[in-house]
């Protein structure tokens, strides 16, 4: 099985807060190996979750992953917001 960028935003605060299925867990650990967006949101995630200093209560505020996603996108410079596994030569 293998899980899509958008479904790796939806388990970070859940990744974080370790209350993922083992099972999950690993593959959203398998998917953040080789993805260097998600990586990078599940720093800056994790960099959140510290500021507010109470991972219980914290959530992504609504588009905050779109957001996130499209200003990576431009930063790393693939000029798409959605990753290609095998771009066409
Ligand atoms: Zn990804």
């Known amino acids: 099985m293998v899980i899509e960028c958008k479904h790796v935003w939806n388990y970070i605060s859940d990744y974080l807060d370790d209350s993922l299925p083992a099972e999950t867990r ?6 953040l190996e080789h993805c260097e967006i998600c990586s990078a949101i599940l720093d800056s995630t994790r960099n959140i979750v510290v500021l507010t200093g109470d991972d219980r209560v914290f959530e992504l505020p609504i588009g905050f992953s779109e957001r996130l996603l499209r200003r990576l996108a431009k930063e ?4 798409s917001s959605m990753p290609r596994e095998n771009p066409a030569d």
Not at 26 to 31: A, D, G, N, P
Not at 76 to 79: D, E, F, M, Q, V
């Open 76 to 79: 790393i410079g693939t000029g």
């Open 26 to 31: 690993e593959l959203v650990q398998r998917h």
